[in-house]
Nanobody, 123 residues
Framework: VQLQASGGGLVQAGGSLRLSCAAS????????VAWFREAPGKERGFVAA????????DYADSVKGRFIMSRDNAKNTVYLQMNSLKSEDTAVYYC?????????????????WGQGTLVTVSS
């Protein structure tokens, strides 16, 4: 299983970005997917997760109402729409997947990881 995260970049505070996580070597529709982020000097933290069915999505309190996670199983891709970005959203964002139906915020639960994409929000 390979996950490829993309879509990061530099954006001003208040702006938007959409991250993508494309999977290969797996039928993505049978996997739950999560986004985590790692800011400089901080531990990797949970951002959002969506079950393989797409019916349940959970978000970290810090991003609720601003970030939206969705999936397009036909394209084997999951998205993270990030709106109203703040400087504290600056981090490397990673997507992760697991065959189980889960939205766990624990990084050690997730089996497969992508390489990360950098998001920088300037104030």
């Amino acid at each position: 299983v390979q996950l490829q995260a993309s879509g990061g970049g530099l954006v001003q505070a208040g702006g938007s970005l959409r991250l993508s996580c494309a999977a290969s070597g797996v039928t993505f529709s049978s996997h739950s997917v999560a986004w985590f982020r790692e800011a400089p000097g901080k531990e990797r933290g949970f951002v959002a997760a969506i079950r393989w069915s797409g019916r349940n999505t959970d978000y970290a309190d810090s991003v609720k109402g601003r970030f939206i996670m969705s999936r397009d199983n036909a394209k084997n891709t999951v998205y993270l729409q990030m709106n109203s970005l703040k400087s504290e959203d600056t981090a490397v964002y990673y997507c992760a997947a697991h065959r189980a139906s889960t939205t766990s915020p624990r990084a050690d639960v997730w089996r497969y990881w992508g390489q990360g994409t950098l998001v920088t929000v300037s104030s």
